[in-house]
């Protein structure tokens, strides 16, 4: 039976309600108001964790979003488990599981635990130095390292629970529910100012809270009863908003902040039902004021990672907050006042302490006073030279300090101590303020960085502003306060104050021991167990900028960013190296601060919301009729309609089959469309295609081709002339929204002359194209009015007419070589315009057929694809579309690109077609091509562009570009694939029907 | 995240905006006047200074506007905006 690890004097833990909560497999209970942590220590429990590297055992050493130990997997749900959890954060709730991390088998005994053996040969660098070679064998060791290292285990399924976003606007941001958060906030609030106060915690109220100690009276009060009161008369302020749980993961530029706020992670399993478990906060405020606090240092010294020795205010805080024990002997040991308010408040307790160790000579503060009365033992000019106990410290050995502080002299004094509260002094937390772009200052009396220069309408104030006694934080805040806000008063002027710590400490990164350094484990990021020695050894080996030194050493690289020991990293740099810390540079604290789920970020933007997408109006109609389909930009575009279990190959040739054969009909409706009007628009056209547009009659139909001004093939599709100033230009899919941008951009920016406007009109209108030598019998049962004859209606030409009531415009325009018409309606009519094609066709077979089709009926004309033929590197001469060249035209956009010495190379790559010498092969798209076969190294002419069967052909097509293709028309080339070589022909691009007579068939 | 001030439109967050790289850079009149060399650099360089820079940003998911802004690249902060065809207040 574990003994009573209780004080009964807390006011934040409900005692009566019990909660029942699994640890590694095992029952334990706590009490509501418990972190996993203080519910741990309360059961005895310290050991909680091995190392990453060394796997030593590791207890829990804060009460705080800081711990670097206490790390520890939430739920064994396949869906909803999360790793990387500090245990200091987590609260209890009935049903809670958590297990230790980084261990295998288990906490207790863990295998891993002999690289804590074999140390000496796992120095800083020792993954870069030892995997390095051969490279072959990286695969390898990256198994093994990642095996062994084991942060954690992710979900298996997908995450079940429901996460949300929301944007937030406030006058003032007060980040932080300590005593200068509230001084602010309440401030705020009350000059009108709509004001937001977010602290990660349960509670607001920081540490003065449960501040408890005549030491430290405001009005006096004792400092937690007068902060009561001034929480109290805050939550009646009508422009607060107080969120608690939640924390600011990052500050950007511009007052813009992300801050995760934790709805039900506290709550148990049936609690949190259907509620959304977090949601990220997307906040804008005119003002933000920092009130972040600082995170207490520990002290660097040999084996000072055991469980058992945590920071001091941690002690504190269990005792205060969450009345639990963590330890019977207790010993502080520390460089500054704060530890003797930690060992007060445990004294009068109740609860013994054997001795703080001081490396001061002496102090004279009211605080130590009370603590020499309280009869504690205090060894002035003493250090911790050791710790003893493997899973939990069970005795410290400690020396004297020599007058420079730099070695210890006497003999080793034996203390018994079961926890160990140290106190390096404090650390304000400037991450968020240094995200924000802010730019920090050394401040050399207690060598700490603060907050200098702001880069937006902010302000740090209390302990992250370098103000750590309660007296100076309340005068500073205030007047702060009145500058930023611009106010007259504050609440907070005249208060009286009782402070009886003083701000003297003695500053030394790494304290030394009576061993030599060699022989020692100061830890520093306690979570990828660097060690002092390592950064020394990183120093000697030539590292010198604190970036390369963290990477080498992995210093700060953990989950926790390195929060307690960054600062000592710095420090023991800038001893060893003779730079002053100021001049040394901080590395930076990169967002999150504290890890984020994926959930949160991606809020509700899973399954279908994941990526916006884009359906036809004829859309229905494929589902029904089982259409396969494939992305095109944000476009679901039918791909092939299989029937009776056929493969795709099989569809695709009985679709481009039917279509040349008697009739096919596509979905054309994604071609992005621009409605051009206005008296200069031929001009324009001419500007922006490279053949020439002023001759085109209204109701014809011409192909232009869109270069970028680097010369290269940036868009394709037809443009038609409707009337004498309205035109509408098709792009390719995927270009639309681009070529729209690019057009205004010229417009806007070039030409803003021309007396031309565009709009978007790519889905006013739906468009069926049916094509195939039946096509015209289709288009005249569905169209009777109209006349079809080749006079009256030739290719490239365009008509409007109806279709029963529904206005629509045709285009005779072709894009697979075949009589073609391209039908446009108004999109709410696409369905039935599809339908009725559809029914007009029945008796000539209309098939109707999808992208993959279309792409292979193209080929076959050798018509090129945008994107797919091409890859912003071709110019139309490389496609060897000359004819689309106006060389009459002054200019137009790339003109004067095709005419650089890079672009008028002979040996560019050009399209080319390519024939299999075995008609039945068909290459692989991508597939690189040689002319030599036994070169070393191998030239690469090109690759395989288009490839498909030609079921019209009955045989093998393909498009490729190649170095020089355009001379080399008959030449042999080969394919080396991974097995075989396939032996091909240069041929032309045109495959079938070079006359173009199907078109008018 | 900026918030952009739209001369059109009034201030807006950034994720509206498409920057359009540095302002100012006329597209020659006679471009087939030019030597390889002055289209090169009419095609190609530009400055990306650390520092106070030209920019033209075009309010895509609003009034598909283009303008003007002079930026502070060190620390994002916008001096400027100005509509297209104003000339830069600044040479
Ligand atoms: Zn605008």
Avoid at chain 1, 39 to 57: D, E, Q, T, W
Avoid at chain 1, 197 to 209: A, R
Avoid at chain 1, 341 to 352: H, N, R, T, V, W
Avoid at chain 1, 853 to 876: N, Y
């Amino acid at each position: 039976m574990p003994k009573n690890l209780r004080v009964k004097s807390s006011n934040f833990i409900d005692e009566t309600t019990r909660v029942s909560f699994k640890f590694n497999g095992k029952n334990y209970h706590g009490f509501k108001g418990d972190t996993l942590a203080s519910a741990l220590l309360a059961n005895g429990i310290h050991l909680v964790g091995r190392s990453f590297k060394y796997h030593r055992p590791r207890g829990i050493m804060t009460a705080g979003s800081e711990e670097p130990n206490a790390i520890v997997q939430v739920g064994n749900d396949k869906a909803i488990t999360e790793p990387n959890v500090r245990a200091t954060e987590v609260e209890i709730y009935n049903g809670l599981e958590a297990t230790s991390q980084n261990c295998w088998p288990s906490v207790n005994f863990d295998i891993g635990g002999i690289n804590n053996l074999l140390s000496p040969f796992l120095p800083a660098g020792f993954y870069y130095k030892t995997f390095m070679w051969p490279a072959s064998f990286w695969e390898k060791y990256e198994y093994l390292i990642r095996h062994s290292a084991g942060l954690g285990k992710s979900p298996t399924k997908p995450d079940t629970d429901i996460y949300d976003h929301k944007y937030v606007h406030c006058d003032v941001l007060v980040i932080g529910g300590g005593i200068s958060g509230i001084m602010a906030a309440k401030t705020a609030a009350q000059n009108n100012l709509k004001t937001l106060l977010l602290d990660e915690k349960t509670e607001i109220g920081g540490t003065t809270i449960y501040q408890n100690s005549d030491n430290f009276k405001i009005e006096n009060k004792v400092s937690s009863e007068w902060l009561t009161n001034e929480i109290s008369s805050l939550k009646k302020l009508d422009n607060l908003e107080i969120k608690t749980r939640t924390s600011v993961a990052a500050y950007h530029g511009y007052n813009f902040l992300l801050a995760r706020e934790n709805l039900t992670d506290h709550l148990s399993a049936s609690e949190k039902k259907n509620k959304v478990r977090q949601r990220l906060l997307k906040i804008r405020a005119m003002k933000v004021i920092v009130a972040t606090g600082s995170l207490e240092r520990p002290l660097i010294f040999n084996n000072n990672d055991r469980p058992g020795i945590m920071l001091s205010s941690a002690v504190k805080k269990y005792v205060d907050y969450y009345g639990v024990i963590c330890g019977e002997k207790n010993v502080f040991f520390t460089n500054n006042d704060s530890a003797y308010e930690s060992a007060i408040s445990l004294s009068k307790k109740g609860i013994k302490v054997n001795a703080i160790v001081d490396i001061r000579e002496k102090s004279e503060s009211l605080i130590i006073k009370e603590a020499e009365n309280l009869d504690i033992k205090i060894y002035w000019s003493h250090t911790v030279v050791d710790t003893h106990g493997y899973k939990k410290l069970k005795q410290i050995s400690i020396m004297k300090l020599s007058e420079d502080a730099q070695s210890v002299i006497g003999s080793r004094i034996n203390v018994d101590c079961d926890c160990l509260g140290v106190a390096g002094g404090w650390t304000p937390a400037v991450h968020l303020f240094t995200q924000s772009g802010g730019k920090l200052k050394f401040r050399d009396v207690d060598q700490v960085f603060v907050p200098n220069k702001y880069p937006s309408k902010q302000i740090s104030i209390g302990s992250c502003d370098g103000d750590f006694e309660l007296d100076k934080i309340i005068k500073n805040s205030s007047s702060s306060l009145k500058d930023f806000l611009e106010i007259d008063k504050t609440d907070y002027e005249n208060l009286s104050v009782v402070n009886s710590k003083e701000a003297n400490k003695k500053n030394i990164w790494l304290l030394p021991s009576d061993k030599v350094i060699g022989k020692t484990k100061p830890f520093v990021d306690y979570q990828n167990d660097a060690t002092a020695k390592d950064i020394k050894l990183a120093l000697r080996e030539g590292f010198r900028s604190i970036e390369h030194v963290k990477r080498y050493t992995t210093t700060g690289m953990g989950t926790d960013q390195g929060k307690l020991g960054n600062m000592h990293a710095l420090g023991i740099i800038a001893d060893t190296t003779g730079v002053k810390m100021g001049e040394l540079g901080t590395t930076t604290f990169r967002p999150p601060y504290t890890p984020l789920t994926f959930g949160t970020i991606v809020g509700r933007n899973v399954g279908e919301y994941f990526d916006i997408f884009r359906r036809t109006p004829m859309n229905d109609w494929h589902i029904e009729n089982k259409a396969k389909f494939e992305n095109v930009g944000q476009w679901k575009r039918a791909w092939y309609y299989p029937q009776n279990n056929e493969s795709m190959h099989e569809a695709v040739q009985r679709e481009s089959l039917a279509a040349r054969a008697s009739a096919g009909i596509l979905d054309a409706s994604t071609l992005g469309k621009i409605d051009i009007q206005g008296s200069d628009t031929s001009e324009f056209l001419n500007r922006v295609y490279t053949n020439a547009w002023s001759k085109l009659e209204i109701g014809k139909c011409r192909y232009g081709l869109m270069l970028n001004e680097d010369g290269m093939v940036y868009d394709d599709g037809v443009t038609t002339r409707i009337s004498e100033n309205h035109y509408i230009m098709t792009t390719t899919t995927g270009g639309a929204a681009n070529v729209m941008g690019k057009l205004e951009d010229y417009l806007q920016t070039e030409w803003p002359e021309l007396d031309v406007y565009l709009t978007s009109v790519t889905d006013h209108f739906a468009t069926a194209s049916v094509c195939g030598s039946n096509s015209k019998k289709i288009l005249n049962k569905l169209i009777p009015d109209l006349n079809l004859s080749d006079e009256n209606f030739p290719h490239m030409s365009f008509k409007e007419a109806q279709i029963g009531k529904i206005k629509c415009r045709v285009m005779r325009i072709s894009f697979t070589g075949e009589l073609s018409y391209e039908i446009n309606v108004q999109a709410n009519y696409g369905k039935s315009l599809w339908e009725q094609c559809m029914e007009a066709g029945k008796e000539f077979n209309i098939t109707p057929y999808g992208t993959e089709t279309m792409h292979l009926l193209r080929a076959e004309k050798g018509f090129i694809i945008v994107g797919q033929d091409t890859d912003g590197t071709m110019t139309p001469i490389d496609l060897q579309m000359d004819w689309i060249v106006s060389k009459k035209k002054y200019d137009f956009i790339g003109k004067r690109s095709l005419y650089r010495s890079d672009t008028m190379r002979e040996d560019r790559k050009h399209l080319v077609g390519l024939a299999t010498d075995d008609p039945k092969e068909v290459l692989e798209e991508g597939a690189q091509i040689v002319s030599e076969l036994n070169q070393s190294p191998v030239q690469m002419l090109g690759h395989v562009t288009s490839s498909y069967f030609s079921p019209n052909l009955n045989k093998s097509i393909a498009l490729a570009v190649v170095r020089g293709g355009k001379s080399m028309l008959g030449k042999k080339l080969f394919i080396p694939m991974e097995s075989r070589t396939i032996n091909v022909t240069v041929t032309d691009s045109v495959f079938l029907d070079k006359e173009n007579e199907r078109l008018n068939a | 995240m900026f918030i952009i001030n739209c001369p059109f439109c009034g201030e807006r967050d950034q994720s509206e905006f498409k920057a359009g790289g540095e302002a100012h850079i006329e597209r020659p009149k006679q471009p087939t006047e030019l030597n390889d060399e002055e289209w090169a650099e009419y095609l190609f360089m530009r400055k990306n200074i650390k520092g106070i820079q030209f920019e033209r940003w075009n309010h895509a998911h609003g009034c598909r506007k283009w303008f003007n802004m002079l930026r502070d690249t060190s620390n994002d902060e916008i001096k400027l905006i100005y509509k297209m065809g104003e000339k830069s207040p600044i040479e």
